[in-house]
């Protein structure tokens, strides 16, 4: 079975009442300087000037579509640092209009100042398979400011399976990725306390039939709304509850998150439902859990050892014992991965592009402070192999020649532009520490995944 990345649910920026956001404008012009419609364009929060972003960050805040003229006005833009991109973005035209990040221009948003004039020149490529789709609630209210991280979109067929979220709370707008064509399962995975009341594309009711895009897409996108009521015929839930042994009350970044299981066939996929904050005793209370499967842990757990995971059907689950462990007579923290600096793992890849494979460099850059030197590898065939010191990475791609973009960077489920783990047994998760693996049909041995490197070509 072919294994195909999904996207992690985006980061979103927090507005705050005390600072005001401000409104970013520009045309879009193509390279014999006429006026490009229906293009999308983006602000990308860059570093810490941002509210809510912390140091070294990239997110995806305001988007909007190009009219007729080619103007854009992207609004709700937190005051900051941005980096504006058009296209795809997956792939995208910089201000002033260049395809490497670095060499845009940043532009700086001062409280309430709008900033105007931003043009600059798009450069096309083949338009990519991007399924886009915008979610809202039923009263019209903006999206609460933790929603978006809590709300997944699945698509999911015999051989795709697709998981993404929300870039902002202020837009709702979501997209699903250079996918294959052909027909899917899409599904809502809201936070406990939210339903799905609509979800259609076009005239087609995706509550009841299945979302067919073998024939192509057009610029229909998805669209989703939700409520806080309670459909008729839909269970109630239940009251989870339990104690957490060796909780600190008051340690800053310590929370337990309840997770459920999205799909059976991709058991690895899980999304957040409810944050919990335990008592000053380590008890806990969650109310209104639905029939599934779940587990509770930290937000940035380490160790599988302080997870649990339990079964909900009718009835309340009481009595839950989680056992959170202090590393050492320090500060109470999670139990960290532990990596070793000189141990080497050989890390396959192979790369995924229609005619010749062009030459370019993939860069692994290490996350963590104290970690090994950045480590890099030039590829000029279908398949590389590099070996990787075990430490948390960030992978990036230079060195493209013109005509071809990157569509993704990814190991299995995990997108490697996210920060991910190499340790002695493979590409791994960072959450959890747990190797990914190639799992095949038949009851064959489970496999390390290996990197695949997509990429396209610019239309003739």
Not at 64 to 88: C, H, K, N, Q
Not at 250 to 264: F, Q, Y
Not at 348 to 366: A, M, R
């Amino acid at each position: 079975m072919k294994l195909l990345l999904y996207l992690l649910p985006l980061l979103f920026v927090q507005q705050t009442a005390q600072l005001q956001s401000g409104r970013i404008s520009g045309q879009i012009r193509d390279t014999a300087g006429r006026p490009v419609s229906g293009v999308r364009v983006f602000a990308i929060a860059v570093q810490t000037d941002v509210v809510g972003v912390r140091a070294g960050t990239e997110i995806l805040n305001s988007i909007s579509l190009t009219d007729r003229d080619g103007r854009f006005l992207l609004e709700d833009v937190p005051p900051g640092r941005y980096r504006i991109g058009a296209g795809s973005p997956g792939s995208p035209v910089y201000y002033p209009g260049g395809t490497a990040a670095e060499r845009g221009t940043i532009v700086t948003m001062a409280a309430g100042q709008p900033v105007a004039n931003i043009d600059f020149t798009f450069t096309f490529l083949s338009k990519p398979n991007e399924l886009w789709g915008t979610v809202g609630l039923d009263d019209g209210t903006p999206l609460p400011a933790d929603l978006p991280r809590k709300t997944q979109f699945i698509l999911s067929s015999a051989r795709q399976h697709w998981v993404t979220g929300p870039f902002t709370r202020q837009q709702g707008v979501f997209f699903f990725k250079s996918m294959d064509l052909e027909e899917f399962d899409f599904s809502v995975a809201p936070p406990l306390g939210y339903y799905v009341k609509s979800a259609t594309y076009g005239n087609v009711d995706l509550t009841r039939a299945r979302l067919n895009l073998a024939g192509g897409l057009n610029e229909t996108e998805l669209r989703v709304v939700l409520t806080k009521t309670r459909p008729q015929g839909v269970p109630a839930g239940v009251r989870v509850s339990g104690r957490v042994t060796s909780w600190k009350l008051g340690v800053p970044n310590l929370e337990l998150r309840a997770l459920v299981t999205v799909l059976d066939r991709t058991p690895n996929v899980t999304t957040i439902v409810a944050d919990v904050e335990p008592r000053a005793d380590g008890s806990f209370q969650i109310e209104g859990v639905p029939p599934g499967q779940y587990t509770l842990r930290l937000p940035l757990l380490r160790s599988a050892a302080q997870s649990l995971t339990f079964d909900v059907a009718g009835t309340d689950v009481v009595n839950l014992d989680l056992n959170l462990v202090t590393s050492g007579s320090g500060p109470f923290m999670p139990i960290p991965v532990q990596l070793r600096k000189d141990s080497i793992t050989p890390i396959k890849g192979n790369v995924d592009v229609v005619g010749p494979v062009p030459g370019f460099e993939i860069l692994f850059t290490p996350t963590r402070p104290n970690g090994p030197a950045p480590q890099s590898v030039k590829v000029s065939g279908k398949e590389f192999s590099i070996p990787l010191p075990e430490a948390e990475y960030r992978a990036s791609i230079s060195g493209l020649p013109t005509g071809y973009a990157v569509v993704s960077v990814s190991a299995g489920p995990l997108q490697l532009s996210e920060p991910f783990l190499v340790t002695g047994k493979g590409i791994a998760d960072r959450f959890t520490g747990l190797p990914i693996l190639n799992r095949p049909g038949g009851g064959g041995p489970a496999t390390s995944v290996g990197i695949t490197v997509k990429l396209r070509t610019s239309e003739p």
